[in-house]
């Protein structure tokens, strides 16, 4: 199982720096979360399979319990199944609306991945334009994601642009309980009987809460839309993939430090202590036929939220309030409006990194956390490439290299001291590395840099070092789409266009300055 948290998130944070610190500024109201609800493009995903699991079925206990107080016994179980008919065909209505709507432009799969793919070249200075240019209006995805009365998935400008409740409570149909506000009605047989409808509508619309006991109606528990992961299995290499993106995570995603281990731990850590995979959207053989389409959705980093109790929101809500990376964000930015401009460029995340590596390299100890002291433990199963480094040499080292705390060879009892500031380096500098290994666009015996995706995929998970002095680095990258340049592939030829030599290559010129002149890699 892997996370995935694209570049692309952290740049137009840092694009949108003065934008956010200039709206967090205007009203105690305005914080970091409202912001990006209001500006990073979002999918909407109705499912009626996943309506009837996630809102129906959690909300069917309360509904009854009201008309069982509201209605005669001889009503009670005829006006269950009758409301929850009426709900239900109020969920079709509003996928089948959605679909017809003329406003939305249908895209397909191919075009999606060419837009997203747009979106992950763009640098600071160009990701809002980008987003303008090309998300600034609602649109639909195409094939099995729209099929009428069943499901859809629309691809919105915002998450505020989606307005799912009002066209919700447009299409509840009351017809089957009465249409007036009257107490009584003369039934088939002449006889005078009590009207439903409006015990029904004080219940979905009460706005006084003598119905609910609360200012708030049931109605609000029917159409909420909250952030949700999605789970999806790869169809290339059958790889569990996991997308969580969401204002709060946000949040803490840009208060660690921009390492591949750190992010994975965090994501896995947020996912665990909010709740988030109570409500996770599994992609399995129900949605075969759109599983590129998740994949695609959960690689880029788009939000993907979906109808949910308000009940498991709230829930979900005062997790992420408790949750510390990133509680304090939008305080921090009031306070230092250069926070988020200097997050991954400024003296002070350059000197963290510094620290890190002379404390770690030295004393076994981490200098200190960047913006929180919370630790992740969770570990995600993956698989494992390894790459193997040959020990240092035995001749006689001069004054200079014995007194180097980077280039002197590790010893026996310093070896995890050692390894853990190797981790760093390789952390911090292996994107790059690979980045300037790769071709520039039109050589045919290497990769060409384009997304970055593959840079920033290649991961050292862990280091370990034998009685003999070897070491040996465990690697990961992202084998869809780009294992088919390796052995085996459908592009494999030329060889040298293997990832693994990119990566092989990339890691060994890292380490050969901290390690040995001479090493040798073995992929396993």
Do not use: C
Request: proline residues 4%; hydrophobic residues 35%; charged residues 25%.
């Amino acid at each position: 199982m892997a996370f995935y948290t694209p570049a692309w998130l952290r740049k137009y944070i840092k694009e949108e720096a003065k934008n956010i610190s200039e709206y967090v500024a205007k009203s105690q109201r305005n914080d970091f979360r409202s912001f990006i609800d209001a500006k990073l493009p979002m999918v909407l995903f109705l499912d009626i399979a996943e309506i009837k699991e996630k809102v129906l079925a959690p909300n069917m206990s309360m509904l009854t319990a009201y008309i069982e107080k509201a209605f005669p016994p001889e009503q009670q179980e005829w006006a269950v199944k009758t409301l929850e008919s009426v709900l239900l065909n109020a969920y079709k209505k509003t996928i089948n609306d959605y679909i017809d709507n003329p406003r939305f432009r249908e895209v397909s799969y191919d075009e999606l991945a060419a837009m997203l793919e747009g979106l992950n070249t763009q640098d600071v200075g160009s990701l809002r334009k980008y987003l303008d240019s090309n998300f600034s209006k609602t649109m639909r995805v195409g094939g099995s994601l729209s099929i009428k009365n069943t499901r859809v998935m629309l691809l919105a400008p915002n998450f505020t642009a989606i307005k799912f409740g009002t066209l919700f409570r447009e299409n509840i149909d009351y017809t089957p309980f009465g249409q007036d506000d009257s107490l009584f009605y003369t039934d088939a047989n002449g006889d005078l009987v009590e009207n439903p409808y409006p015990k029904i509508s004080a219940l979905l619309e009460d706005v006084t809460g003598s119905v609910t006991g609360k200012k708030q109606t049931f109605f609000t528990q029917l159409q909420n839309v909250g952030h949700v992961e999605v789970d999806v299995v790869s169809q290339s290499t059958r790889e569990v993939k996991r997308g969580q993106v969401s204002p709060r995570f946000l949040q803490a995603l840009v208060s660690v430090p921009n390492t591949p281990g750190a992010i994975n731990k965090l994501q896995a850590s947020f996912s665990k202590e909010t709740l988030q995979f109570t409500t996770r959207v599994m992609v399995r053989k129900k949605f075969s036929s759109s599983k590129m389409v998740f994949e695609l959705l959960v690689e880029n980093g788009i939000p993907v939220g979906i109808p949910e109790s308000q009940t498991t929101n709230l829930m979900k809500a005062a997790k992420e309030g408790s949750f510390g990376p990133g509680a304090g964000l939008t305080a921090l930015i009031k306070k230092n409006p250069d926070f988020l401009v200097d997050l991954e460029t400024s003296k002070s995340y350059k000197k963290f990194i510094e620290d890190n590596l002379v404390s770690l390299l030295s004393t076994g100890k981490a200098a200190g956390a960047y913006g929180s002291d919370t630790r992740f433990t969770e570990k995600a199963s993956i698989t494992r490439q390894k790459v193997a480094l040959s020990p240092a040499s035995k001749r006689k080292k001069s004054p200079k290299q014995v007194n180097s705390a980077l280039t002197k060879a590790p010893k026996a009892e310093g070896k995890s001291t050692s390894l853990a500031g190797l981790q760093q380096i390789l952390d911090t500098s292996l994107a790059e590395k690979i980045r300037q290994n790769m071709g520039t666009g039109a050589s045919k015996n290497v990769l060409n840099y384009r997304t970055g995706r593959l840079a920033e995929s290649a991961k050292v998970e862990r280091l370990s070092q034998g009685r003999s002095g070897m070491i040996t680095a465990y690697y990961t990258y992202m084998k869809y789409p780009y294992a088919t340049f390796s052995e085996g592939g459908v592009q494999q030829y030329p060889k040298t266009r293997d990832p693994k030599l990119l990566i092989t290559k990339s890691i060994k010129e890292l380490m050969s300055a901290k390690v040995a002149a001479r090493m040798r890699a073995v992929l396993v």
